[in-house]
């Protein structure tokens, strides 16, 4: 007994496969204006980093400054409390030759006093 089959359904998906890969894979022409938009979105791409780089190297300068900022401002807050601090102990010894003259007038009086009470 011989029994006839018809052609099964895959093979046609199969040449329907094939053909649409030669479509995709046949080469066509550019569409126009690529290369130009590729191009403005280089130059676009560029300017970007360039403009970050720009920025990065403000940051980076702005925090110099503010670094040289703060250490001046601790270093004069130093120097002014050295200051304050240096005119602090040539008022304490002035005040202590103070005393020690009054010191001294009174123990002179004292003296003559004694002397003369004598």
Known sequence: M???FEPLEP???MDDFERDLRQAMQRKPAPAGLKRKVME???KERAIRRHERVVWWERLAASIVL???VSG???WRTIEQRRKGEEAKQQVFTALRITSRALQQMNQQLTQHD???E
Do not use: M
Request: charge should be positive; glycine fraction near 12%.
């Open 2 to 4: 011989y029994v006839e």
């Open 11 to 13: 093979k046609d998906e």
């Open 41 to 43: 979105r280089r130059t």
């Open 67 to 69: 670094l040289g900022v």
């Open 73 to 75: 401002a601790f270093t």
């Open 115 to 117: 002397r003369n009470g």
